[in-house]
């Protein structure tokens, strides 16, 4: 037999671990958007807004109204698995917040240049200051501030040229992140949303706060969505079986698209399920072939316990308990839902 030397292991030194991981949390800048977002709805913001310079890759700016951040924490900001949303890792199992792994922020510094500036209540004056890998460039720096939080983060994936490369030649992520924000906007009605590009007077995305879902609908995908929708709900009780609630609204018959929309929220987490968005295709072609691509919003409510938001670094999946039961249930609310509407109009039985 041929024996070969086998290579020296080496730990990584940890910047390189860091940007490694951090490559993983911030895939792009819609994902960088996401985080913030996420962050500022954390920070029980009502007013968000958005402004995006080259797809994101030279500027992403996310200012609210929250709670701010302390003065006395900004030096550990932005370190990896700094948060103040999670202590024990039992906390995980009624975790209400987005976030909970303090490391989107931290993410960012090792992929982009972060600024951050912030003001709690009862200050005088805020706060600026700048990271690079984790940590602050400077001393915080006094000044003037509105009430809450701007994050500022410029030259994404500087230190990516494959990542940078790719960003610019495929099409930018500006329409992703309008698509995130208008998704966001829909279902947090008591949150205002402006998204816009850098140096653009009109936003692309703008809602005002406390509008019903169908007004928020209609601000954002326009009137003519609005119109072709039918209200839904379900609610599951059935205690040998997955106890949800689904509310939502879904087209009807006159509702025509060349794919479908699907803006799901599962515990107020922006989330997909392929095999509920197929289930849901499958009830319109049955019912109604013509309007095959629906649009679709639901929002979810599971027992905490029975959703693991722990499977994936974006949170994007996350994986349900009872997920096939969960699955028919809505099927069938949206099936019969779609035939009683059909049937108010004309119905054609099909053979
Ligand atoms: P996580 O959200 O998982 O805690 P992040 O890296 O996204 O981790 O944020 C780290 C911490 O920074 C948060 O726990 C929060 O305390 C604070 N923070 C981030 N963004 C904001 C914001 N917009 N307003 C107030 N605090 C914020
Ligand atoms: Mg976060």
């Keep these: 037999a041929h024996f070969c030397e086998p290579p020296r292991i080496q730990r990584l030194d940890e910047s390189v671990v860091n940007r490694i991981a951090a490559g993983e949390v911030v895939q792009r800048p819609a994902s960088a958007v996401k985080e913030l977002v996420e962050n500022s709805i954390d920070a029980g913001a009502s007013t968000i807004s958005v402004v995006v310079k080259d797809g994101g890759l ?9 709670h701010g951040i302390r003065y006395e924490d900004l030096p550990i900001l932005c370190e990896r698995h700094t948060t103040s949303k999670l202590t024990t890792y039992d906390d995980l199992q009624t975790i209400k917040t987005m976030g909970f792994r303090g490391e989107a922020l931290a993410s960012m510094t090792y992929v982009g240049h972060v600024t951050v500036t912030t003001i709690t209540d009862g200050q005088l004056h805020g706060y600026r200051v700048s990271y690079r890998d984790g940590v602050m460039e400077h001393e915080p720096k006094p000044c003037a501030a509105v009430k809450g939080t701007q994050i500022m983060v410029e030259n994404l994936f500087y230190n990516m040229i494959a990542r940078r490369k790719t960003l610019q ?47 928020a609908i209609k601000m954002v995908y326009g009137a003519s969505v609005a119109r072709d929708l039918i209200e839904i709900a379900v609610s599951d009780n059935n205690p040998t079986q997955s106890v949800f609630e689904m509310d939502g609204f879904i087209s009807d018959a006159n509702y025509t698209a060349k794919k479908t929309t699907m803006v799901l929220f599962i515990n107020d987490r922006l989330v997909e399920c392929t095999p509920l968005k197929r289930a849901i295709e499958v009830a319109y072609s049955a019912t109604l072939p013509k309007a095959s691509k629906p649009f679709i919003f639901m929002s979810i409510r599971l027992p905490p316990e029975h959703v693991d938001v722990n499977v994936h670094p974006t949170k994007r999946e996350v994986s349900l308990l009872n997920q096939e039961n969960l699955v028919n249930t809505i099927q069938d609310a949206v099936e019969s839902k779609l035939m009683t509407s059909n049937n108010t109009r004309t119905f054609n039985m099909q053979s």
């Excluded at 030279?58 to 929250?66: A, E, H, R, T, Y």
């Design 58 to 66: 030279k500027l992403i700016q996310v200012s609210d109204n929250g």
């Design 169 to 215: 030649n495929s099409n930018d992520d500006y329409p992703k992140i309008v698509d995130l924000i208008s998704r966001f906007a829909i279902h947090h009605t008591n949150v205002s949303f402006t998204c816009r590009k850098h140096g653009a007077n009109k936003p692309d995305v703008h809602t005002m706060a406390s509008a019903t879902r169908l007004d």
